[in-house]
């Protein structure tokens, strides 16, 4: 996790599963201290966040109960050591901290809300090295670990490793979902993974728009336009065989705009195309191996009963894991404002037929 989240901006991951607990079975023995990790940290710059509470469940106590205690979930600030090694040194030894303090609150729900209290590591995930997360029990002077590799993005020698990169489509050519006759295109999606350690991609596609007032005589009102844009998640949890590489047709891209944007008829609101980000999450094999293990164990036929979370935290639970974002801005052509304006069960969205520019 990175500056911004505790939790991977790819995929929907960890946290509902490693949070259940049980009211009627004591699955993890009486108070006994057992940290859960929620550790998917982006590589490069920190500062990065990992999250470690506690689980146990006490006798004759409602879990429920329990959750709204914020001594019940978290560890004390004297409780626990939390150290990150980088190939067998120690890196850095990471700061109890208030999340709230630093403007990332915690979201309500069952849990308590606050303190929201996480461990902040500051320096920088270099790529292509081991990482090793170590938890020593201050009290009990019991350790867990979990063990990960970060991926590679560079070219670290002479072999010539290509960087993880988004190969298509090409800076040189706007975007086209549709032609001047309407008709649908094709746009391939692709980017490199060889040799970079990553399992599982999401590819998220991000649609720049401006919003504008116009006048009694259908003119923008100058200083009223205001950039925007929206999230289209069209394929997520791509594993890296056979290929990485996705055709999405432009008919899935206008369903998108059609069911997510809203009808201003009647309004003095205008909207434009403006460009398109091809965004793809990389991370590495042990989310991955979650996320599969999740899918088996929640499926209807063929799955285990109850979930086994898949960890890779020895005596504990949880995960420690690594994700990279690459984002590569592209231009709209032309057609796709042509279509949006023209095209009658597009007209009530308020797209004009000419894009506009940052």
Same mark, same amino acid.
């Given at each position: 996790m990175r500056s911004r989240s505790l939790v991977a901006g790819i995929l929907l991951v960890i946290v509902a599963v490693f949070s259940q607990c049980s009211n009627e079975i004591e699955v993890i023995g009486a108070w006994k201290e057992i940290p859960i990790v929620y550790g998917i940290l982006e590589q490069g710059p920190g500062p990065h966040y990992i999250r470690?509470?506690?689980a146990y469940l006490p006798p004759d106590t409602s879990a429920y109960s329990v959750a709204q205690k914020p001594d019940s979930i978290y560890f004390g600030a004297n409780d626990i050591e939390v150290e990150l090694f980088m190939n067998g040194a120690l890196y850095e030894t990471l700061e109890r901290i208030n999340l709230d303090t630093v403007g990332l609150p915690k979201d309500s729900g069952t849990f308590a809300k606050s303190p929201n209290i996480a461990y902040r590591m500051n320096k920088t995930v270099i790529a292509q090295r081991d990482f090793q997360l170590l938890i020593t029990n201050l009290k009990t002077g019991e350790t867990y670990s979990s063990e990960e590799s970060s991926m590679?993005?560079?070219?670290?020698?002479?072999?010539?490793?290509?960087?993880?990169?988004?190969?298509?489509?090409?800076? +040189? @050519?706007? &975007?086209?979902?549709?032609?001047?006759?309407?008709?649908? @295109?094709?746009?391939?999606?692709?980017?490199?993974?060889?040799?970079?350690?990553?399992?599982?991609?999401? &590819?998220? &596609?991000?649609?720049?728009?401006?919003? +504008?007032?116009?006048?009694?005589?259908?003119?923008?009102? *100058?200083?009223?336009?205001?950039? @925007?844009y929206m999230d289209w998640m069209p394929v997520q949890?791509?594993?890296?065989?056979?290929?990485?590489?996705?055709?999405? *047709?432009?008919?899935?891209?206008?369903?998108?705009?059609? *069911?997510? +944007?809203?009808?201003?008829?009647?309004?003095?609101?205008?909207?434009?195309?403006?460009?398109?980000?091809?965004?793809?999450?990389?991370?590495?094999?042990? &989310?991955?191996?979650?996320? @599969?293990?999740?899918?088996?164990n929640s499926g209807l036929i063929g799955g285990l009963y109850p979930l086994e979370p898949y960890s890779n935290v020895e005596g504990g639970y949880g995960m420690l894991a690594f994700k990279k974002r690459i984002i590569k801005s592209l231009d709209l052509d032309s057609d796709v404002a042509l279509y949006l304006n023209t095209i009658p069960e597009m007209k009530s969205l308020g797209f004009v037929g000419y894009k506009c520019f940052k």
């Open positions: 470690i509470e506690k590679r993005l560079g070219s670290p020698n002479s072999l010539g490793y290509s960087e993880f990169g988004i190969v298509t489509p090409s800076s +040189f @050519k706007a &975007l086209q979902w549709s032609d001047a006759n309407f008709e649908m @295109k094709d746009v391939r999606f692709d980017w490199r993974k060889e040799e970079t350690g990553a399992a599982i991609y999401d &590819l998220t &596609l991000r649609f720049h728009y401006g919003e +504008f007032q116009v006048d009694a005589f259908d003119q923008e009102i *100058n200083g009223t336009r205001e950039f @925007k949890s791509i594993y890296e065989a056979p290929s990485v590489a996705q055709s999405i *047709n432009g008919s899935r891209f206008y369903d998108f705009v059609a *069911n997510n +944007f809203t009808d201003i008829t009647g309004t003095n609101t205008r909207r434009c195309v403006v460009s398109m980000d091809v965004i793809v999450d990389g991370a590495t094999p042990s &989310l991955a191996e979650y996320i @599969k293990a999740n899918s088996a």
